[in-house]
């Protein structure tokens, strides 16, 4: 991975690696074939850091949507039939491919979500490391256990359950897609990527290695589109017996009510507004460094940002004023400088909404201490400074609802028990994270915090074979490891008599 160049050559690069998409229409990529829409229906994609087009999309319908579908159903067997060992070889190769091209895919996605390229490097080599964990793990995904008993043995087996749709959001689409679609083609099913239409090009990258890697037709498919047409049909379409969505938790309802009625299995990875706890004998240098981390990197946009931070008041004044010092110091600016650490949110109408939430904390009461408007010097994209709420309470909009933005809300806090109350009165429970030299604190609260994961003494550290999930409205389910197998396939249990016991007789 070499995107180390100035400015000047990434955003240079970056607009050779985009001219092929602004030059013509980006198709859907259906049955191992390149798609335009029929009608010619398309929609424009902006790139945030000036709000300029990066040329048309593919408008899909519910009619291309079906043909997908069948598409993945049709490839399913032949898939699910291939010996484990081939699709190992074959999702090896195609990270060997994501490697070869990486310095295209941190360009591309940077300029299309407005990630800086500091976080964009690693995205595309995080990508591939979850092919090859997953390609490995495809020659013993079908394994089960053996149960012995006196005149049975019990065995079980998995088998993959059928074409799945995956749906993916727009802040870290690439990563977060190779994380889906991994273990869903490692299990032996067929998928249907319906990804983000705020950022689009991720997933057009991922299609056309797909086609270069030599996965045999149908077995990928890409649908372009809005979540009310292609999105709902993809959910409600027979033949897909899963449906696996990173994104808002109000679309996971919807995912949910869509299935129902073809009884879809569902992995929801949802929202979060999750809490750090920062007590007074904390290493705080480090609980600081960690707390800015999590919440104004990625531009506040990740599921797993801390973005309430629970203050010991002993330390409150002492911390926050560390924090606004720093604060204050975020170099934001465009994504492809390398100096950048902050960057333009998705989308103007995103952008509105951030600033919405900061001007609500004023009228509830708050104080914006740092940061809190657009950053117009930039010029036309969706800039925004990074924000400290404080006087703050839990019962305001900016401490209850996700804002997905680079807003910090600090609260106050006097005992464990409080921090505790606090941080679990959320209808979230995605993360959490807890700073704390007290060895037992820490397992009394690894216990009481509503929270799917929770990170002691650092800040959001990945493991692949870790289940990765939330709880309350933050989802269903777990990623990581076996745990992902544990959603693409089906248990099966096969139960062997010995012919030692007694069948018993009726009918005599």
């Known amino acids: 991975m070499s995107v180390t160049h100035s400015f000047r050559e990434n955003r240079s690069r970056a607009e050779e690696y985009l ?15 390149w798609e335009s829409p029929e009608d010619g229906a398309t929609f424009e994609n902006l790139e945030p850091a000036e709000n300029q087009s990066v040329g048309n999309v593919a408008l899909g319908t519910e009619q291309v949507m079906d043909r997908a579908c069948e598409a993945a159903e049709a490839a399913f067997l032949p898939w699910a039939s291939m010996n484990g060992a081939e699709r190992k070889k074959l999702l090896n190769h195609f990270a060997d491919l994501i490697e ?39 020659p013993e995904a079908g394994n089960g256990l053996s149960l012995l008993q006196d005149h049975h043995t019990n065995m079980t087996m998995r088998v993959p359950i059928g074409p799945v749709g995956v749906i993916t959001p727009w802040n870290t689409p690439f990563m977060l897609a190779t994380w889906k679609i991994a273990p869903a083609l490692a299990a032996g099913c067929t998928i249907v990527h319906k990804p983000a239409e705020l950022s689009p090009l991720s997933a057009t990258l991922l299609a056309e290695l797909a086609e270069e890697a030599g996965f045999p037709a149908g077995v990928w498919n890409l649908v372009h589109g809005y979540g009310e047409t292609v999105g709902r049909r993809l959910s409600e379409h027979r033949a897909i017996r899963a449906v696996a969505l990173v994104g808002e938790t109000t679309t996971g309802s919807h995912i949910l009510r869509q299935g129902a009625d073809t009884l879809k299995r569902v992995h929801l990875e949802l929202g979060g507004k999750n809490p750090v706890l920062v007590f007074d004998d904390a290493d705080l240098q480090r609980a600081l460094d960690a707390v800015i981390y999590m919440i104004f990197s990625l531009n506040g946009q990740r599921c797993t940002s801390s973005s309430r931070l629970l203050i010991q008041n002993t ?21 492809l400088d390398p100096e950048t650490e902050i960057g333009p ?40 400074e990074p924000t400290l709420i404080t006087e703050a309470s839990n019962d305001m909009r900016i401490a209850r ?18 921090a505790v109350t606090l941080a679990n009165d959320s209808a979230y429970g995605l993360s959490g994270y807890l700073w704390t030299r007290d060895t037992g604190r820490s397992m009394r609260l690894a216990r009481q915090l509503d929270a799917g994961m929770l990170w002691i003494n650092s800040e959001n550290n990945r493991n692949l074979s870790s289940p990765f999930g939330g709880m309350k409205q933050s989802g269903i389910g777990r990623d990581g490891g076996d745990y992902s197998f544990d959603f693409y396939m089906e248990t099966k249990n096969i139960c062997i008599a010995h012919d030692t016991h007694s069948v018993p007789v009726l009918g005599q």
Request: proline share 2%; aromatic share 8%; hydrophobic share 40%.
């Open 19 to 33: 001219s092929r998409y602004a030059a013509g229409t980006i198709g859907h990529f259906i049955d191992g074939r």
């Open 100 to 138: 070869k091209r990486a310095d295209e895919i941190a360009l591309v996605e940077s300029s299309d979500c407005g990630q800086p390229i500091r976080y964009m490097k690693q995205a595309a080599l995080r990508g591939a490391s979850n092919f090859r964990f997953f390609a490995d793990k495809a």
């Open 401 to 418: 609802e996700e804002i997905f933005g680079p807003v910090l809300t600090a609260i106050g806090f006097d005992s464990e028990s409080e």
């Open 345 to 384: 949110l998705i989308h103007t109408e995103h952008m509105q909404k951030v600033l919405t939430y900061v001007e609500g904390a004023r009228e509830e009461g708050a104080i914006v201490a740092a940061g809190g408007n657009r950053r117009e010097d930039l010029g036309t994209g969706n800039y925004v």
């Open 315 to 335: 330390i409150k004044e002492e911390f926050l004023s560390a924090l606004k010092s720093r604060i204050g110091r975020l170099r934001v600016g465009h994504p």
